[in-house]
């Protein structure tokens, strides 16, 4: 059984860091390519990010660039998201998604919700 799990999330203050995880377990990581979505309060969901199997570079959606850094780590099985300078806007719910880049196959995480408060 496929199963993500995400971690890191919490309160945190404005100008601070977080640094978000999501585990993959009941699969071989590199196999998917890695996205972190994240959903505020009374939004749609958006991309954050994501990351190929393939050692090409990340890509970043148009709210994330420049203080979002979104990593993997094959033998372990973990992809990270370092969020500097957090602001006000970043809180959210954080999703980790895995989806294979050869077939209709996708699995998604619980979330872990991050609020940037003083």
């Known amino acids: 059984q496929v199963q993500l799990a995400e971690s890191g999330g919490g309160l945190v203050q404005p100008g601070g860091s977080l640094r978000l995880s999501c585990k993959l377990s009941?699969?071989?990581?590199?196999?998917?390519?890695m996205y972190w979505y994240r959903q505020a309060p009374g939004k749609e969901r958006e991309l954050v990010a994501f990351i190929t199997p393939f050692g090409d570079p990340p890509h970043y959606g148009d709210s994330a660039k420049g203080r979002f850094t979104i990593s993997r780590d094959n033998v372990e099985k973990v992809m990270s998201l370092q969020i500097d300078n957090v602001e006000a806007e970043d809180t959210a719910v954080y999703y980790c998604?895995?989806?294979?880049?050869?077939?209709?196959?996708?699995?998604w995480g619980q979330g872990t919700q991050v609020i940037v408060s003083s």
């Open positions: 998604k895995a989806q294979s880049p050869w077939e209709a196959e996708e699995y």
């Open positions: 009941g699969a071989t990581f590199n196999r998917y390519t």
